[in-house]
């Protein structure tokens, strides 16, 4: 009954471990949506702007 315990841990464990990386993935993928699109809309509001500057906003 142990053996098969441990086994389930580390079924567990796993599918945690999986599902944190889907986790940071995804939030990383929002931030990323966030920064373009933050950088995009302060880059048609300003007509003096370059595309470097829509280059460098969004870095």
Same mark, same amino acid.
């Given at each position: 009954?142990?053996? %098969?315990?441990?086994?389930? $841990? &580390? ?5 945690? !471990? =999986? /599902?944190?990386? #889907?986790? @940071?993935?995804? %939030?990383?993928?929002?931030? $990323? &949506? ?5 950088? !995009? =809309? /302060?880059?048609? #509001?300003? @007509? ?12």
């Amino acid at each position: 009954m142990n053996a %098969a315990m441990s086994q389930k $841990l &580390a079924n567990y464990g796993q599918w945690t !471990y =999986r /599902g944190a990386w #889907a986790l @940071e993935i995804v %939030a990383a993928i929002i931030g $990323l &949506a966030t920064g373009i699109a933050l950088s !995009y =809309r /302060g880059f048609v #509001a300003n @007509e003096a702007a370059d595309t470097m500057d829509l280059v460098l906003a969004g870095a």
